[in-house]
């Protein structure tokens, strides 16, 4: 399985201990996707098939929710994930623009990371902060009133962290 986020578990391991915390009821499938999600940063094909066994449930059910579902990712995020919205009122003062413009800086495309693994980028819908678009998040951080010049800034900023 892939790194989890922590650095600190064994993956398999962690799963399992992940897994014990629910009852085998195909009920808490979404709750377990989230667990995983939030401690691997992305949900491994390996891990969708030990939930899938342990659940009694079909690969294909579980890949499913997974794929439906836009707040799971079948890949890891990079260390800095950065979202565009493109919800109305951002799209309407120009968020496609910023959103291009990330594209060109960083050489990927949505959904994509950067070889490094410092960067990916996703497209959202409204964030709920309308009142500053249009938006862009690294991490969760909202950056409002966003211009083209305002992004290479930041993007700047976290280019030269070394962390």
Do not use: W
């Given at each position: 399985?892939?790194?989890?986020?922590c650095g600190?578990c064994?993956?398999?391991?962690?799963?399992?201990?992940i897994l014990k915390?629910y009852?085998?009821?195909?009920?808490?499938?979404?709750?377990?996707?989230?667990e995983?999600?939030?401690?691997y940063?992305?949900?491994?094909?390996?891990?969708?098939?030990r939930?899938?066994?342990?659940?009694?449930l079909?690969?294909?059910?579980?890949?499913?929710?997974v794929?439906?579902?836009?707040?799971?990712?079948?890949?890891?995020?990079?260390?800095?994930?950065?979202a565009?919205?493109?919800?109305t009122?951002?799209?309407?003062?120009?968020?496609?623009k910023?959103?291009?413009?990330?594209k060109?800086?960083?050489?990927?495309?949505?959904?994509e990371?950067?070889?490094?693994?410092?960067?990916?980028i996703?497209e959202?819908?409204?964030?709920?902060?309308?009142?500053?678009?249009p938006?862009?998040?690294?991490?969760?951080e909202?950056?409002?009133?966003?211009?083209v010049q305002?992004?290479?800034?930041?993007?700047d900023?976290?280019?030269k962290?070394?962390?």
């Amino acid at each position: 399985m892939g790194n989890c986020k922590c650095g600190n578990c064994k993956p398999d391991e962690e799963l399992e201990k992940i897994l014990k915390e629910y009852k085998q009821d195909k009920d808490n499938l979404i709750q377990i996707l989230n667990e995983v999600q939030e401690h691997y940063g992305y949900i491994p094909t390996s891990a969708q098939m030990r939930i899938a066994e342990y659940l009694g449930l079909a690969l294909a059910e579980v890949y499913g929710v997974v794929t439906f579902y836009s707040r799971f990712t079948l890949k890891p995020k990079g260390k800095y994930n950065i979202a565009v919205c493109l919800g109305t009122a951002c799209y309407v003062k120009g968020s496609e623009k910023i959103l291009d413009r990330v594209k060109e800086r960083l050489k990927i495309d949505v959904g994509e990371t950067t070889p490094d693994g410092k960067f990916s980028i996703e497209e959202t819908r409204c964030i709920g902060a309308c009142g500053l678009a249009p938006v862009f998040t690294i991490n969760g951080e909202v950056y409002g009133k966003a211009t083209v010049q305002k992004l290479d800034q930041v993007l700047d900023e976290y280019m030269k962290r070394e962390d």
